[in-house]
């Protein structure tokens, strides 16, 4: 009887080294790209060079002068998820670096932020494509002319009431606005008025800690007599300001008489 031998071919899969960039429309060894498990990108790379998806962050930081804003659009354009852990442990490299005074303007921002990425990615994280992205878009796109009145408003806070949080500076501009209204001021009399906003600030800060506030309730007694507030007495009273300042009636009242 005659035996017939069957070959068996193996197909041996040849390692991927090299990968085409869709930026600059040609080849580059598989070490030029940054990996990627999307599966849509078929050699197991980004679709971009590194040196292009570098290009791409930092075009998008001139946009949008904002480092999560940039890093979240890049991300979405070379296919990849935004993860909120990622982003938070690159930013404590890059305090940590600024307190060692290491930090150059050269630092790459994208490059960590995908060393961050690999080294914080588990094999059951299924960080697969921009999909899973855990930031949405509106919390992560910095309007660029809201910031840029914000800061400029927070600038000119600062100028008037010093280095304050900014939940204060709503208090503050309250109480001024309280005293003020309607009247000319001289810069001494300006001054006087801010001194006096602030130490019922003050108070105020006593008191959610519980303390007397006694130091504080003597300097407010001592500004309203050297300008005079008895004299406004019934100006002050009149004031509806129940109605026009509703968001901050629940703001406790000083326990001294005007």
Aim: with cysteine; aromatic share 12%.
């Amino acid at each position: 009887m005659e035996v017939i031998k069957i070959a068996t071919v193996v197909k041996k899969i040849r390692p991927i080294t090299d990968s085409y960039c869709i930026k600059c429309n040609r080849p580059y060894p598989i070490e030029d790209f940054y990996k990627s498990d999307n599966p849509h990108h078929v050699t197991g790379v980004m679709p971009y060079c590194k040196t292009c998806t570098k290009v791409m962050y930092q075009d998008n930081l001139k946009r949008f002068k904002d480092i999560r804003s940039a890093l979240w659009v890049t991300c979405s354009e070379v296919g990849i998820p935004f993860m909120e852990k990622v982003y938070d442990n690159l930013m404590e490299k890059v305090n940590k670096a600024r307190d060692e005074k290491v930090l150059t303007g050269t630092y790459n921002y994208w490059g960590n932020f995908i060393s961050s990425y690999m080294a914080l990615k588990k094999k059951t994280d299924k960080w697969d494509s921009f999909g899973v992205t855990d930031v949405d878009k509106s919390e992560a796109i910095v309007d660029v002319n809201q910031e840029k009145l914000r800061k400029e408003k927070l600038k000119q806070f600062i100028l008037n009431w010093g280095e304050q949080d900014e939940d204060d500076y709503a208090y503050l501009e309250y109480r001024w606005d309280f005293y003020t209204e309607d009247i000319n001021l001289t810069p001494a009399q300006e001054s006087l008025y801010r001194k006096l906003c602030i130490s019922e600030l003050d108070y105020r800060r006593a008191k959610e800690k519980d303390e007397t506030g006694k130091e504080q309730q003597e300097s407010i007694l001592k500004l309203m007599k050297t300008l005079k507030l008895r004299r406004r007495k019934k100006h002050l009273q009149n004031k509806c300001w129940k109605n026009r300042f509703g968001r901050l009636r629940t703001l406790p009242r000083l326990n001294v008489k005007i």
